[in-house]
């Protein structure tokens, strides 16, 4: 059997499969309905293969029509793409030449719509940082418009244009010069937005009920700066707010035309307070260090001045009080009066002896406090600067600011022993001349009476 005479059996069972297919869903009672429905099979199967060549004609020339509708349609299309890229060409070379047409009108005035441009675009950032926009917030929408047409060699400025640009300009230096009231929204530092009157002085600070205000360049908003400067500015700004006329003094940051960078550094420098916990706890036992200098300094400045007017009474009195230390070492003369001087001396020595402990008492520990405090601050200095060289090993020196925020901490323990140390000097100073005094009555007198008991 060749390939031929296969493909023609397989081709016939392919055929017939449908038909026995049909027959086997009826069943013949006989050999003529069986010859019957193979017949009926046959002919149905020959219309429906009919039918099925007739569709696959009517496709094939449906497709050719299609096929010849887009094959027109690309040829349309390429003439017209052979028609545009002519006229675009024509275009190209027109504008070319309106181009440089402009250019030869413009002759002079091309260098001065330059500078135009250029004086457009800097008073646009101006504008835009200064303060005056917080009282005319949209006056810079025109020169958005005018920058990019400008810029886009599509269209010259106007006339009003250029004369609205001179206003502004002129107006900017004006209003730079003036101190005037204007209602505006105001964001506090809660993050509440409230509507009030706010003062402006000049280019330099805005002002509302004693605060100090901020218009962050490019927000259109008037905030409240979270942190204030001292009691006396926020006065002298409910006063400026208050006044209808005259002078008025407040203070106001000379560096708020290019962003106000004195009044922020000013507002962000820590207080006596905030540099007082830099100093950590090293910071914190030099102060309890202090406390306790200044509590001992004022006990024994007041008991001392008792012993003394004590002592200047006995001065005075021929009657030995035992109540005070001179009166107790005149009480041991009188005592020993008939004893020789040898032993009348070192009975009054011993006397004074016992007095001195009470009259110096806490003198040695003021001393103490005074040599103590600046070497604690020396130690909390050196262990900051430790940690700050530890932090510029871990993150470099790439911040300033950082690094000398650091090193501002680390000496704060150095002040603070400082602060200590001179003030318990003078007082250890001033608490010991009493002292001393005292003393050298007691010993002035010891000497008197073993004078006075040898005749000398």
Known sequence: MNGATLRSLLLGLAVLLPAFDHLHAEDAASLDELLTL?????????????????????????????????????????????????????????????????????????????????????????????????Q????????????????????????????????EINREMIEGGRVVSFPATVVTAEGERVQQQVVRIGVFNLLSNGAYLHYPPGTDMVTELPRQPGRDYRKAAQQLQAAKDGFTRTGIDPTGPSGGSLLSALIDSPGWLERWHQGGWIGYLITALGVISLLLAGWRFAVLSAISRRVTAQLNNSKANTGNPLGRVLKVGEDHRGADAESLELKLHEQVLKERPAIEAGLGLLKIIAMVAPLMGLLGTVTGMIVTFQAITLFGTGDPKTMAGGISAALVTTVLGLCVAIPTVLLHALINSPAQRVLHILEEQSAGIVAEQTGV
């Open 136 to 167: 005319y917030p949209d006056r810079t929408d025109f020169l958005d418009d005018m920058i990019e047409r400008m810029s886009g060699d599509t269209r010259l400025p106007s006339l009003t244009e250029i004369e609205q640009l001179w206003y």
């Open 38 to 134: 193979i017949k009926k099979a046959e002919l149905n199967e020959s219309s429906e293969q009919l039918e099925r060549e007739a569709a696959f004609r009517r496709a094939k020339t449906e497709q050719a029509e299609l096929l010849k509708q887009a094959k027109a349609e690309l040829v349309a299309e390429e003439r017209r793409s052979e028609t545009l890229e002519k006229t675009f060409a024509e275009n190209e070379l027109k504008v070319a030449a309106l181009r440089e047409q402009l250019q030869t009108r413009l002759g002079s005035l091309r260098e001065m719509f330059g500078h135009l441009t250029a004086a457009a675009g800097d008073t646009r950032t101006n504008l835009k940082n200064s303060l005056v926009s917080a």
